[in-house]
């Protein structure tokens, strides 16, 4: 990641991951602040924000709530879009919830990858960050459903967005990719090939993944 050195980059965990457990009141709302909050104590008037996963669509949810702090939209295959689409795609994840936790992990990460790809079986225990993935997963999928639909509060969003994904994830992220292409104004993709949703671009291929943000984070700043 050389071609961003010095450049002021500040890595974010997601807030429903703060605790070991969820708060009750735990929504995407609270995301949004999050990052709201690590901005502003950086010192932030506006800045580029760049998301994989479920902080991809927390980073959608923050650019929809404060279009106008955004020099630039960076999105790996993100969770969720806020679309009435998604909603019907995330069907699938139901039935998952009756499984024992391992096996619901594992099935759920299975739902991420195209079915070409073969999983290799988990060696040795879990980390310990692990304990608090089942329900900080399905604390975050239920968030993303109650939260409110999106689709118009996009077209508001002029910076530069870049949408990332890879060859060998699961399909539902091309649709997206489609999806949101007709929301933004200024909107850019970019495909990995031989990646997917858990080996994903910005651990696989660093140095790429740095070379397109840098040429993102100059548009954006330039149309500013």
């Known amino acids: 990641m050389s071609r961003l050195a010095g450049c002021n980059v500040i890595a974010k965990d997601l807030e429903v ?13 609270r995301e949004v602040a999050g990052v709201e909050r690590v901005a502003n104590d950086a010192g932030f008037e506006r800045f580029h924000l760049y998301g994989h996963s479920g902080g991809g669509a927390v980073a959608l949810a923050y650019a929809a ?69 089942p329900a900080g997963i399905e604390a975050f999928l239920q968030a993303l459903d109650q939260h409110e639909r999106l689709t118009e509060k996009y077209r508001a969003v002029h910076a530069p967005v870049l949408y990332t994904w890879g060859s060998l994830t699961h399909a539902r992220w ?43 984070w100059a548009r954006g700043e330039r149309s500013s």
């Open 174 to 216: 091309f649709a997206m990719a489609k999806r949101l292409a007709a929301l933004f104004p200024d909107f850019t993709t970019a495909c990995f090939e031989g990646l997917h949703h858990l080996n994903a671009s910005q651990q696989a291929e660093p140095d790429r993944v740095a070379e397109l943000l840098a040429v993102l």
């Open 17 to 29: 991951y703060a605790a070991e457990m969820p708060p009750s009141d735990y929504s995407i709302a």
């Open 65 to 133: 709530a404060h279009a106008d702090r955004l020099l630039s939209l960076a999105l790996d295959e993100p969770a969720y879009d806020f679309t009435d689409a998604i909603r019907a795609d995330m069907e699938v994840v139901e039935p998952l919830k009756s499984l024992p936790a391992p096996e619901r992990i594992r099935a759920f990460m299975r739902l991420q990858v195209s079915p070409e790809v073969e999983l290799s079986p988990p060696t040795g225990p879990p980390p310990p960050w692990m304990a608090t993935r």
